[in-house]
């Protein structure tokens, strides 16, 4: 008999399956300030699953890429609604639908100089950036994250500045992913986006100029368009896979969830989209749903696929992975 879960058999996704970020916990923020986004999420995830059942059982297989992309759309859609919703300022939402180019790529900084994420923070002008405060889950998230780069950079015994994710596509090209960068490269990213920032009218007087900075940054638009595409790909071999009755694992979906991470469109919101993306095609195909490492983004942009997907397989067997816990205020599990 065929496992294929028609529509009203696919599962219904719930908070539970959206474990709060240590990073959105983050300056004077508290856990109840950010708690419900996972209501907001699940709520999405329902509703997105239904819409993409209804648009499989309807169009033939040559379409489904199409149906797949068109669901990330719709979640864009959402994303940027959810942040006027919020009360962000129309030009704070708007970041949620502004594409990131090559001449503005997505800059994440990390490490334990990373000072205004702290509560209580103060800029310090000698020191050139915020300093001072309590640690917060995110200040402790981010530290973590840079703990994991100088790892990854000694491991690889690279002992240059930049670190490119490179990894094998599921047609088997080599793609080139985010970037990680340290020493005089990052100092050098830190310089062109307060350039960037001054050209566009923004006061930079309180930007880090001075630490040891570690930044994370997005890959080509050329790159992340073949990543994307093999996306498209894929997600219609796992759909007709599913369809003949074969089980998808946790590491075929943990694939589609690199993709994802190493494609991002917009400047704002990819994160949460695609934790919901993820588990609308968990609830499709799989039988439990897998559990999501809460910093399941910044494994994807340090710890390189084949590590990626060993944690997030690992986390689904219930297995520690070291994540920073919000609930937690002496920092990782062990």
Known sequence: ?????????????????????????????????????????????????????????????????????????????????????????????????????????????????????????????????????????????????????????????????VLQNRFWLPSGELARGNSILRGEAAHRQNREGIERAKAAGIDTSQFDVRGNFIYTKT??????????????????????????????????WADAANLLYQSPENKKGSDALTKVYLMILASRWMQELPLMPSDMDWRAYTKGRETFVDEVHAKSQGRSIGEIDPYDHNGPLK
Do not use: C
């Open 219 to 252: 890959a080509t638009e050329a790159d992340r368009a073949v990543i994307r595409q093999e996306l498209y790909d894929y997600l219609p071999q796992l759909e007709a896979a599913h369809r003949s009755g074969e089980d998808i694992t946790v590491r075929q």
């Open 1 to 161: 008999m065929s496992k294929f879960n028609h529509g009203s058999e696919r599962q219904r996704v719930t908070p539970d399956n959206f474990p709060l970020p240590a990073i959105a916990v983050q300056g004077d923020l508290r856990i109840e300030d950010v708690n419900g986004f996972a209501d907001m999420q699940a709520e999405a995830a329902n509703d997105g699953g239904d819409r993409l059942d209804a648009s499989l059982a309807s169009k033939p297989e040559a379409d489904w890429p199409d149906t797949f992309a068109e669901l990330h759309s719709q979640l864009v859609s959402w994303r940027h609604r959810i942040a006027l919703d919020l009360g962000k300022t129309v030009k704070q939402a708007e970041r949620f639908v502004t594409p990131i180019t090559d001449e503005t790529p997505n800059i994440d900084p990390v490490g334990s100089h990373v000072g205004f994420l702290h509560k209580g923070s103060t800029w310090n002008e000698e020191l050139g950036r915020y300093a001072g405060g309590e640690e917060t889950p995110a200040s402790r998230q981010v530290a973590l994250v840079g703990e994991w780069v100088t790892a990854r950079f000694l491991h690889e015994g690279n002992e240059g500045d």
